[in-house]
């Protein structure tokens, strides 16, 4: 029998943790209807703004015609179409890997390759701040899990000095780090994983489309990218699509292929899924100017906060948490923004460590100066009403 829950929610509600779903009706962009009221929206991870992109909704009409609402069975019963090989084919290209293979999400894809790729008797070395997706999947794959301080080279170089063994070893860190903006240092992470024969996985959902010349990720822009041994990300952010993806070696694709359980054992992405994602890649190669912009604007954009006295932390990319500490006043403070037609939301523990609560604001190609200078001055409003 289900026991009374009402407690543990009444729990949730006075640590001020208790999370509730909000309605929202795009309207076009970055202007948003939530729950009635017209917003700018700030904390969207369509980066490059290509969700509402006419070419990607046309290819997604066009693959519903041609194949239909679902793929309707796993990729290796009958799942597998055309349109997913064209999704591998892009994505590899982009992030310049000999292969790609799709997954449902990015969750799925990283519980997918982490547990194909290490078992127990195997080490995993796991930055501090991964997402839950990498820390969820380190746990099922049964390794041993090493954590190390947060982009820390020196710490994890410690760790794999004092846990040598017989099994695999694998590095497992974001590119961009979802909720702290910052980069993982890839070119010490790369040369130590090179030294420690260990296997390096970047999780890059982040950054994809956003950084380097080609828009290839952290590691285009490192220059790295023949020196990561698997690749993983997410369509559904700076792409502006959905699905996640694998991306290495041919034989690290036919490998996740057949072993990996999220990738065997659950329908395919939907074809419309997969040819939208081209489409986009094709606006990331065509179109540089939006990341160009993107990364320009988030520059201006954090000086300005900091001169404010906002705490940004190290970000370095189009996502800038502004560190409020006390959850209640997270929770106010993203209040008092909506009220004024800004919609950015507060995030809390478990999200982020405790004490450090924040409104994490992300930035969108097409966000324009007159909406970046409305949300800077409602946010030093809110700042002097909470004195925080």
């Known amino acids: 029998m289900l026991p009374d829950l009402n407690p543990e929610l009444t729990e949730l509600g006075n640590r001020n943790l208790l999370r509730r779903l909000r309605c929202v009706d795009r309207t076009g962009g ?30 997604a009409s066009v693959a519903i015609d041609t194949y239909g609402a679902s793929s309707v069975a796993s990729a290796l019963i009958c799942g597998h179409t055309a349109a997913h090989e064209q999704a591998h084919e892009h994505i590899a290209d982009l992030l310049g890997t000999e292969g790609a293979l799709s997954f449902p999400t990015g969750y799925a894809a990283n519980l997918g390759a982490v547990t194909a790729l290490v078992e127990k008797g195997d080490t995993v070395y796991s930055d501090a701040l991964n997402h839950r997706s990498l820390i969820d999947a380190c746990r099922l794959s049964r390794a041993d899990v090493q954590v190390y301080r947060h982009g820390d080279v020196t710490h994890l170089a410690d760790l794999l000095s004092r846990t040598q063994g017989t099994g695999r070893r694998m590095i497992v860190t974001d590119g961009v780090f979802s909720m702290d903006g910052d980069l993982a240092p890839l070119p010490d992470l790369v040369d130590l994983a090179d030294r420690s024969e260990a296997i390096l996985l970047v999780d890059d959902a982040h950054a994809t489309g956003v950084f380097g010349p080609t828009g290839g990720g952290t590691p285009d822009h490192f220059g790295l990218a023949s020196r990561v041994d698997v690749i993983t990300t997410s369509a559904s952010k700076g792409l502006g699509s959905f699905g996640g993806y694998i991306a290495g070696s041919r034989s690290l694709v036919d490998l996740i292929l057949n072993k990996a359980a999220t990738y065997i054992f659950t329908s395919a992405l939907p074809p419309q899924s997969c040819a939208s994602t081209v489409a986009a890649v094709n606006l990331v190669r065509d179109e540089p100017w939006r990341r160009e912009r993107l990364l320009a604007t988030a520059v201006t954009l954090k000086s300005r906060l900091r001169a404010e006295g906002f705490e940004t932390l190290d970000s370095g990319s189009q996502i800038i948490p502004l560190v409020i500490g006390d959850p209640a006043h997270t929770v106010d403070a993203a209040e008092r923004l ?51």
């Open 30 to 59: 970055t202007i948003v209807s939530v729950e009635g009221r017209e917003c700018v929206l700030f904390c969207s991870n369509d980066y490059l703004s290509l969700a509402t992109h006419p070419k990607l909704g046309k290819a």
């Open 338 to 388: 909506f009220e004024r037609g800004i919609f950015l939301l507060g995030i809390r523990p478990p999200t982020v460590p405790q004490g450090l609560s924040r409104l994490r604001l992300s930035l969108m190609t097409d966000h324009t100066d007159e909406q970046i200078d409305q949300t800077v001055g409602a946010l030093v409003e809110v700042k002097q009403e909470l004195e925080i």
